[in-house]
T-cell receptor, first 113, second 111 residues
Framework: AQSVTQPDIHITVSEGASLELRCNYS??????LFWYVQSPGQGLQLLLK??????LVQGIKGFEAEFKRSQSSFNLRKPSVHWSDAAEYFC???????????FGTGTRLLVSP | NAGVTQTPKFRVLKTGQSMTLLCAQD?????MYWYRQDPGMGLRLIHY???????AKGEVPDGYNVSRLKKQNFLLGLESAAPSQTSVYFC??????????FGPGTRLTVL
């Protein structure tokens, strides 16, 4: 079955440390790929997206993600985490081109002082 | 611009009652979507619309109906609410081939 997997339910990172959130998908073709962030009690905000071209994409708030076709992965990274980055992060894919997104189950990021 | 707004923010229903959730967007987006978010399951697409007067089923459409009579509005209806429909509902909108903008959500509890 087609799916999006975020294997880490929770991750705790010290402020100033680097961060990598994992995302894997299982689709035959290369989908369109997205990372969204959700702060408590809020809607989702787009961090970055990959449609084609350069496999390393830059997003807002200092985040970047790398698409690796051989690993069917689209991992999110940030070199230095800030306390305000504490939130839930969702990876999503669109295989139809109509923005019918399939979301992963999310990774909750906790930032320790 | 208000972006995407949702009405109401909170609602408690009894089993069997009906209600309508309203989503409005002021960005002139063609596409609109309704999702539900449940703990440990991420967001799942209920219904979506690619233009005024058109709707289509998403991943979990059972028990819900939608209408898009005006381009800026997308209504989600529950005809006979069930406890399994307790969830947080998010509306989103987008231009074709572009990012989705999400509303703040509606927290619905069905007793």
């Amino acid at each position: 079955a087609q799916s999006v997997t975020q294997p880490d339910i929770h991750i705790t990172v010290s402020e100033g440390a680097s961060l990598e959130l994992r995302c894997n998908y299982s689709y035959g073709a290369t989908p369109y790929l997205f990372w969204y962030v959700q702060s408590p009690g809020q809607g989702l905000q787009l961090l970055l997206k990959y449609f084609s071209g350069d496999t390393l994409v830059q997003g807002i708030k200092g985040f970047e993600a790398e698409f690796k076709r051989s690993q069917s992965s689209f991992n999110l990274r940030k070199p230095s985490v800030h306390w305000s980055d504490a939130a839930e992060y969702f990876c999503a894919v669109d295989v139809t081109g109509f923005q019918k997104l399939v979301f992963g189950t999310g990774t909750r990021l906790l930032v320790s002082p | 611009n208000a972006g995407v707004t949702q009405t109401p923010k909170f609602r408690v229903l009894k089993t069997g009652q009906s209600m309508t959730l309203l989503c409005a967007q002021d960005m002139n987006h063609e596409y609109m979507y309704w999702y539900r978010q449940d703990p440990g399951m991420g967001l799942r697409l209920i219904h979506y619309s690619v233009g005024e007067g058109t709707t289509a089923k998403g991943e979990v459409p059972d028990g819900y109906n939608v209408s898009r009579l005006k381009k800026q509005n997308f209504l989600l209806g529950l005809e006979s609410a069930a406890p399994s429909q307790t969830s947080v509902y998010f509306c989103a909108s987008s231009y074709p081939w572009n990012e989705q903008f999400f509303g703040p959500g509606t927290r619905l509890t069905v007793l």
